[in-house]
């Protein structure tokens, strides 16, 4: 889940750059600079946000569809279900 995470953000990154570097072409267009040529322009920001979201939002999440079945188990039990879920539970 971090790294969808992460490439959403990274992505959103880029689609950020992209919208000031729109807003800069006007600028660039008064100076007579060709769109092609504005530095760190990536014409595939809005692809690679629209890929990112997607597979961020078809991310499955096994352990919240498991929890309800934990509830007459053993309090150990649960703690090596959140254990092997990544949570932080004490092992005590």
């Given at each position: 889940?971090?790294a969808?995470?992460?490439?959403?953000?990274?992505?959103?990154?880029?689609?950020?750059?992209?919208?000031?570097?729109?807003?800069g072409?006007?600028?660039?267009?008064k100076?007579?600079?060709?769109?092609a040529?504005?530095?760190?322009l990536?014409?595939?920001?809005?692809?690679?946000?629209?890929?990112?979201?997607?597979?961020?939002?078809?991310?499955?999440?096994?352990?919240?569809?498991?929890?309800?079945?934990?509830?007459?188990?053993?309090?150990?039990?649960?703690?090596?279900?959140?254990?092997?879920?990544?949570?932080?539970?004490?092992?005590?």
């Open positions: 889940m971090t969808a995470v992460v490439a959403v953000n990274n992505a959103m990154s880029v689609m950020g750059v992209n919208s000031g570097l729109h807003n072409y006007l600028h660039a267009l100076k007579k600079t060709p769109y040529e504005v530095p760190l990536n014409r595939n920001a809005e692809a690679k946000l629209n890929t990112t979201v997607a597979c961020f939002d078809s991310l499955t999440f096994p352990i919240v569809d498991d929890f309800p079945k934990l509830v007459d188990e053993p309090l150990s039990k649960i703690k090596d279900v959140l254990f092997f879920a990544g949570g932080e539970l004490s092992k005590e």
